[in-house]
């Protein structure tokens, strides 16, 4: 996997066949609201295209999961040529009807991971899932102590093992891993060290760790995190949450090859 050297040239030698090369373009915390206005990413989604075969969403693509949020995303949505794949984030979640922007997101042509599911395009398998908080390294919360510390850590290991399901049901022998949450913590460097407990968790790291298939791993949530960073296994792993791209250039998404 390498990132494209110019995300506004198409690359060459894209011809048909499982082995070519497949341009994956991603991005994440669009944060989409009922005050943003008619199309505000109409944009990004008529010219990735130009750039990309497949467009990768990590979560936080609207604000509080409202229903009229989602609707005036999908109609920039609607206007994407290429594949999309995508996961929800934490912001999804707030209105408590997760189901409901899932299902919403699909009639608009996304095809959701989650929940175990995966997808493959083109030769190259797509999993993952939101993923969860908890911590990185040695400073990762354990099952220890109140029941409720407890359930907390049970959550997070049962998101982490539909994580590993979504990837364990692919067959190919190159894989994308979609997140909301980091697996590592290089790439939330730079937010306040107090809540990077709640950026992400090293066990979705582990899970990804486990599959030598996986090439490239993308994820949101820490608007102010590092741009890029490595698996122990030495996965690259990259921040793709729209306020960490726009202090890269002027491009709304990135480009990786894999």
Known sequence: ????TDPQTPQPGLGAGPDRKLRVAAVGDLHVGEGSGPHPFRDLFERVHEDAD?????????????TREVEILAEDIRRC??????????HEHECGQPEVVMEMLCEAGVRMIGDGRA???????????KGFVGGFGRYMLSAFGESSI????????????QIETSIRTLRTERAVVLLHYAPIAETV????????????SSRLAETIDRY???KLVVHGHAHRGAPA???????????VALPVLRTLGETPYRVFEV
Do not use: W
């Open 119 to 129: 997808h493959e395009i083109e030769g190259v398998g797509f999993a993952g899932g």
């Open 212 to 214: 030598d298939n996986v």
């Open 1 to 4: 996997m390498t990132p494209s």
């Open 229 to 239: 960073g490595t698996t122990n296994r030495g996965v690259p792993v990259y921040n």
């Open 150 to 161: 407890k359930t907390f850590v049970q959550a997070a290991v049962e998101d982490a093992n």
């Open 81 to 90: 040529r290429i594949p999309m794949v995508g996961v929800m984030g934490n």
């Open 54 to 66: 497949v467009l990768c969403l990590c979560g936080d693509l609207v604000n509080f999961g409202k």
């Open 189 to 200: 460097i730079g937010e306040p060290p107090e809540i990077h407990a709640f950026l992400g």
